[in-house]
């Protein structure tokens, strides 16, 4: 009978090594082929801490670099790995490790590794997506940290990928839109000209004159890039899909 128990834990165990092993596999995809190698050893500090397994939400965004498609967990749940261990690391390694963490389910914790990705002196193309995602989001410190640490960013570059992601882009800037209208409308932003969202994206992302031009996306650019919509999908967010964009801010006080 303690055997067959001791045998039935044992398995247990191995299961629960395997799950945790093969949940961390899906950042093999949020990142580029040629950087698969140091994937690994992020991922194996991932997984060679005491505090509890880690945990990615199902809900995934995708962009696309060069020929790939990367494929990045909306949320990623777990405690910081530590800060030995990250300056054991590679430049590149490092750069991995900060995008995970702008996944963070910790507001603060998304905060702090944007800018950390912000502070580089060369960003790579294939972070831009993760600070793009998080200029789509609800936190407005974030944002104002997105605004005050984009020197560094090569804008050149910078407007290669979002004209290779239009549909990404244009989704954020409509949940920034829909977030904007349920949190800040009616608590010190009534006019949508003035909020940091919306001027990151005009000013920063400068997307806004090409969503504006009013042209209808491609089936592939318009097709979601995020499996879960906000919960307010609501009429802001219809009206940024059919590109009626410009009537929704006119009513909105631009």
């Known amino acids: 009978g303690y055997f067959v128990l001791f045998k039935k834990r044992l398995e247990k165990i191995e299961s629960q090594k395997m799950s945790k092993s093969s949940e961390l596999d899906v950042l093999y995809s949020s990142f580029p082929k040629d950087m698969h190698k140091d994937v690994t050893i992020v991922i194996e500090a991932l997984k060679d801490r005491k505090d509890g397994t880690t945990y990615f939400c199902n809900d995934r965004f995708m962009a696309h670099y060069h020929q790939e498609e990367l494929v990045i967990p909306y949320r990623f749940y777990a405690k910081k790995v530590s800060d030995d261990k990250i300056s054991k690391f590679s430049l590149d390694q490092k750069i991995i490790l900060y995008c995970v963490y702008t996944r963070s389910h910790n507001g603060y914790i998304r905060q702090e590794y944007v800018e950390k990705l912000l502070q580089l002196v060369d960003i790579p193309v294939w972070v831009y997506p993760y600070i793009i995602k998080l200029g789509g989001g609800y936190v407005i410190e974030i944002l ?7 020197e560094h960013v090569d804008s050149k570059r910078f407007e290669e990928f979002i004209n290779d992601n239009k549909g990404f882009v244009h989704l954020e800037y409509c949940h920034m839109l829909s977030y904007w209208d349920r949190n800040y409308r009616y608590n010190g932003y009534p006019k949508l000209r003035g909020f940091i969202g919306y001027e990151l ?6 997307i806004i004159t090409w969503i504006l031009k009013g042209k209808r996306l491609s089936n592939k650019q318009s097709n979601m890039s995020y499996s879960k919509r906000p919960l307010i999908w609501n009429k802001t967010i219809s009206l940024c899909h059919l590109t009626k964009i410009r009537s929704v801010q006119n009513n909105w006080g631009l």
């Open 144 to 150: 104002h940290s997105i605004n005050n640490h984009f």
């Open 201 to 206: 994206f005009r000013s920063r992302l400068n």
